[in-house]
């Protein structure tokens, strides 16, 4: 009996492969390998998608934060506040664009950056709030807007969990000043290597963001012209192809990948270990399936002689990090956090999982209980 990895790329990847591939040869036959028809279809049906005005392709997840952030304004010593849960390109970007990255706790249900506590470490010098979409369970993005018009703050998603996730019928990316997603070939939308994404309903900010992108050339200007120091960070027409064929099918992705994490809580609540928590208000596309177990490291044994594959989002906190060490945080300043990171657990959550594998991890799982 084959073991079910906690991703399988092989069955995704199968399903576009024949399209793809007459893309790609379309593009090689056209020499149209770092720019061409890809990208500009892409931007357009990415920017449908997402229900913005605007969208931009670029290189990677990291590179959409990077990117956001500096057209967004952020310099050296400006506070961006954001969470400790969540993968260290989020603070990484902060750091890079020459800001400070602030940490706030999150929520105890979803894991999730908790606009009061956010509100408490809101200084002279925070410039922008950076959420988390995390697990593509989204923020609480009213409180969230009303906390940034408040205290005339930018708002910043960083939507890599969240392809196509809906707070209160609106799809998040579209919330703040600029949306940021990877690309990245796990992720429900993803590309044959590394890509990302933003999204925006503001066009002066958009422009700013390709100007960054593009050598700090300005898109109708002289391509001889830098008006600003940038970056070398577009999206290529090789993985745009790849990226617009997985939009085609995202929605039917989605809808199934939530029907099989609500057969997992039904497993799970039946034993008394709540399964994932999403609010009634939000309708998420869920990255994985993570829950929170006492005795993790057991579950893992557990799942592993079973055949099941797990993976933990995300073990260390980023104020534990020691990249983030200079910081001067500590353990236990973020309580919640540092739970879900000791706690949780993702099992095997795709869109091509057969009806018997579903059956075989909610076996595995009903088994480690009894």
């Keep these: 009996m084959e073991n079910i990895p906690l991703f399988n790329l092989k069955r995704?990847?199968?399903?576009?492969?024949?399209?793809?591939?007459n893309s790609w040869k379309v593009a090689l036959n056209n020499c149209e390998f770092t720019s061409g028809r890809y990208i500009d279809q892409l931007e357009k049906k990415a920017a449908d998608f997402f229900h913005t005005r605007y969208s931009l392709g670029v290189a990677s997840g990291t590179a959409s934060l990077i990117i956001s952030l500096k057209a967004a304004g952020i310099k050296d010593g400006d506070e961006v506040i954001t969470?400790?849960?969540?993968?260290?390109?989020?603070?990484?970007a902060i750091r890079l664009v020459g800001g400070k990255p602030v940490f706030a706790d999150v929520q105890e249900m979803t894991g999730n950056l908790d606009p009061i506590k956010v509100e408490q470490v809101i200084t002279q010098k925070t410039k922008a709030i950076l959420v988390v979409h995390l697990y593509g369970v989204p923020c609480d993005m009213a409180a969230f807007g009303k906390l940034t018009k408040k205290h005339n703050l930018v708002l910043i998603e960083d939507a890599s969990h969240a392809h196509g996730s809906l707070y209160k019928n609106k799809t998040v990316g579209?919330?703040?000043l600029a949306g940021c997603f990877s690309l990245y070939p796990?992720?429900?939308?993803?590309?044959f290597g590394n890509a990302g994404?933003?999204?925006?309903?503001?066009?002066?900010?958009?422009?700013?963001?390709?100007?960054?992108?593009?050598?700090?050339?300005?898109?109708?200007?002289?391509?001889?012209?830098?008006?600003?120091?940038?970056?070398n960070e577009l999206i290529d027409n090789l993985q745009a192809a790849a990226v617009l064929a997985q939009l085609k099918t995202a929605r039917d992705r989605i809808k199934k990948k939530k029907i099989i994490a609500q057969k997992y809580n039904q497993v799970f609540n039946n034993f008394g270990n709540p399964g994932m928590y999403w609010p009634e208000f939000t309708d998420p596309s869920l990255y994985v399936y993570a829950v929170r177990i006492k005795n993790r490291e057991k579950f893992i044994n557990h799942m592993k002689k079973r055949g099941v594959g797990t993976g933990v989002y995300y073990p260390v906190p980023l104020h534990l990090q020691?990249?983030?060490?200079?910081?001067?945080?500590?353990?236990?300043?973020?309580p919640i956090a540092e739970k879900f990171s000791d706690r949780t657990v993702s099992v095997p959550l795709y869109a091509h999982l057969t009806k018997n594998e579903v059956a075989r991890v909610s076996g595995a799982i009903q088994d480690f209980f009894e």
């Design 12 to 21: 995704q990847v199968k399903q576009i492969e024949v399209e793809v591939l």
């Design 83 to 92: 969470t400790p849960l969540t993968f260290s390109a989020t603070a990484d």
């Design 174 to 176: 579209g919330f703040g």
């Design 186 to 191: 796990s992720k429900t939308i993803g590309a």
């Design 197 to 231: 994404l933003i999204t925006s309903n503001n066009k002066e900010f958009i422009q700013k963001a390709r100007t960054y992108a593009h050598h700090g050339i300005s898109l109708g200007k002289s391509s001889e012209k830098h008006y600003v120091n940038g970056l």
């Design 322 to 334: 020691p990249s983030f060490s200079q910081l001067g945080y500590k353990r236990r300043d973020f």
